[in-house]
């Protein structure tokens, strides 16, 4: 139970946790009209939580996205309703209100910045995890630990890559352990291969490359020790790993076997 509240602690932006919280103590301080409907929607909150726990769900973000909109849903029925009775009694206070969400939606929007194009790796500014430049067999954290879109992101940044040197990817051939799809379907230099079609006979040539996600180590593949020709990263974070297969030939890699 304590780990899928970690989740959902991580998985909240910073502006809005201190929303939440700032929501619950006017809850406790105050009456409003629509307290008891708040107050109902962080309960049902709360108790989806528990039973995902309690019946052993593989909670990660994707499991808990109703917990977190009827948290946020009820935080902001408390909060719009206090500023609503906090300006109405001078409309001064206004102008400080709006200058307070303006400042809080420009630390939101820097805060999830560095997590773009898909802001599943997220994780508040606070929050640093001493493996962000390997990953281990059976080792979690709260945070997100990749689905299979590292595959379309870190394909990405090999493609350009190759626009740079061209003559190391020709004829090449990449080999992903984690399956996922390759964004946008179009004629290259390289082609793309499930490494579940080569096992026990992996090439390990100068020309074939393997796309290790954190995910797939974590599930119990060793990170080769080699050094990546490129990594994915969201903010120092690490997510993905390419090899050069004849890195992996030189430390007599062994792909888990």
Same mark, same amino acid.
């Given at each position: 139970?304590?780990?899928?509240?970690?989740?959902?602690?991580?998985?909240?932006?910073?502006?809005?946790?201190?929303?939440?919280?700032?929501?619950?103590?006017?809850?406790?301080?105050?009456?409003?009209?629509?307290?008891?409907?708040?107050?109902?929607?962080?309960?049902?909150?709360?108790?989806?939580? %528990?039973?995902?726990?309690?019946?052993? *769900?593989? #909670? &990660?973000?994707?499991?808990?996205?109703?917990? !977190? +909109? =009827? @948290? /946020?849903?009820?935080?902001?029925?408390?909060?719009?309703?206090?500023?609503?009775?906090?300006? %109405?009694?001078?409309?001064?206070?206004? *102008?400080? #209100? &709006?200058?307070?969400?303006?400042?809080?939606? !420009? +630390? =939101? @929007? /820097?805060?999830?910045?560095?997590?773009?194009?898909?802001?599943?790796?997220?994780?508040?500014?606070?929050?640093?995890?001493?493996?962000?430049?390997?990953?281990?067999?059976?080792?979690?954290?709260?945070?997100?630990?990749?689905?299979?879109?590292?595959?379309?992101?870190?394909?990405?940044?090999?493609?350009?890559?190759?626009?740079?040197?061209?003559?190391?990817?020709?004829?090449?051939?990449?080999?992903?352990?984690?399956?996922?799809?390759?964004?946008?379907?179009?004629?290259?230099?390289?082609?793309?291969?499930?490494?579940?079609?080569?096992?026990?006979?992996?090439?390990?040539?100068?020309?074939?490359?393997?796309?290790?996600?954190?995910?797939?180590?974590?599930?119990?593949?060793?990170?080769?020790?080699?050094?990546?020709?490129?990594?994915?990263?969201?903010?120092?974070?690490?997510?993905?790993?390419?090899?050069?297969?004849?890195?992996?030939?030189?430390?007599?890699?062994?792909?888990?076997?």
């Amino acid at each position: 139970m304590g780990h899928a509240f970690e989740i959902l602690i991580v998985a909240i932006p910073s502006p809005l946790f201190i929303m939440v919280l700032l929501a619950c103590i006017l809850l406790l301080i105050g009456r409003r009209p629509c307290d008891a409907t708040a107050g109902f929607l962080f309960v049902v909150a709360l108790a989806l939580i %528990l039973i995902g726990a309690l019946l052993q *769900v593989p #909670l &990660a973000h994707r499991y808990l996205n109703t917990p !977190l +909109f =009827l @948290i /946020l849903a009820a935080s902001l029925l408390v909060i719009l309703s206090s500023a609503q009775t906090y300006g %109405l009694v001078n409309r001064t206070r206004n *102008v400080g #209100l &709006a200058a307070i969400a303006f400042m809080a939606a !420009l +630390f =939101l @929007i /820097l805060e999830t910045v560095p997590f773009r194009p898909l802001y599943a790796a997220f994780r508040p500014f606070w929050l640093n995890y001493p493996d962000a430049d390997h990953a281990e067999a059976g080792r979690l954290n709260p945070s997100w630990m990749g689905w299979g879109e590292e595959r379309a992101l870190l394909g990405e940044k090999f493609e350009e890559f190759c626009g740079r040197s061209p003559d190391i990817c020709r004829n090449g051939r990449i080999f992903h352990l984690y399956y996922g799809r390759w964004l946008a379907e179009r004629p290259r230099s390289f082609d793309i291969f499930d490494a579940a079609n080569v096992v026990g006979k992996e090439p390990l040539g100068d020309h074939d490359y393997y796309l290790f996600n954190r995910s797939r180590i974590v599930q119990g593949f060793p990170q080769p020790k080699s050094r990546p020709i490129l990594t994915l990263d969201f903010r120092g974070y690490e997510m993905a790993w390419l090899y050069r297969g004849s890195d992996l030939a030189a430390e007599n890699y062994g792909f888990g076997r």
